[in-house]
T-cell receptor, first 117, second 114 residues
């Protein structure tokens, strides 16, 4: 099946710094990718839809200036957590759909564990 | 907007017991339905999916799910669970009009006693 990678798998940063997380579709192209946040023992919360060649679409309650998304190519989307704070510590997961319209399946990356000190 | 409900937060079973995890969704239009599994320390994997056709779909590792449109349900079943089925299970829905966007249920943690 299709493979989605994320880098880094873990990152620890100081409060106030910015962190960039990459999501790549390795063997297929994706005009859209999705970013999720998963809290401990909780479900995945959709944060935003990353659109190649246009602005990302954010879900209600997600600060677009805080979580910058750039879909640089058909195989790469990046999520930058700006001015990170401890409450941003979480597990961030990306996904990309592969398949025809109406029948595509999402493939998920392995996730990035962000810890903000 | 679509939503997904999983009513069982934590299910504990003994090996060889039968499993059924409930999933109900809320959306008036046509949907695609999924069950994902997340084993401890691993990333999400697709168990099975329903797009159209036979409402009884079979997935990997002996799992199956039945789409009942009148009940807006997509329950997951397995006749005989194994200790290795211990994981978090997520039901998810994608409204076909929403460009692949998937909404997840809150998840059900399945613990299997050996």
């Amino acid at each position: 099946g299709a493979v989605v990678s994320q880098h880094p798998s873990r990152v620890i940063c100081k409060s106030g710094t910015s962190v960039k997380i990459e999501c790549r579709s390795l063997d297929f192209q994706a005009t859209t990718m999705f970013w999720y946040r998963q809290f401990p023992k909780k479900s995945l919360m959709l944060m935003a839809t990353s659109n190649e060649g246009s602005k990302a679409t954010y879900e209600q309650g997600v600060e677009k200036d805080k979580f910058l998304i750039n879909h640089a190519s058909l195989t790469l989307s990046t999520l930058t957590v700006t001015s990170a704070h401890p409450e941003d510590s979480s597990f961030y997961i990306c996904s990309a759909p592969s398949g025809g319209a109406g029948t595509d399946t999402q493939y998920f990356g392995p996730g990035t564990r962000l810890t903000v000190l | 907007a679509q939503s997904v409900s999983q009513h069982n937060h934590h299910v504990i079973l003994s090996e060889a017991a039968s499993l059924e995890l409930g999933c109900n969704y809320s959306y008036g239009g046509t949907v695609n339905l999924f069950w994902y599994v997340q084993y401890p320390g691993q990333h999400l994997q697709l168990l099975l999916k329903y797009f159209s056709g036979d409402p009884l779909v079979k997935g990997i590792k002996g799992f199956e799910a039945e789409f009942i449109k009148s009940k807006f349900s997509f329950n997951l079943r397995k006749p005989s669970v194994q200790w290795s089925d211990t994981a978090e299970y997520f039901c998810a829905v994608n409204a076909r009009s929403s460009a692949s966007k998937i909404i997840f249920g809150s998840g059900t943690r399945l613990s299997i006693r050996p």
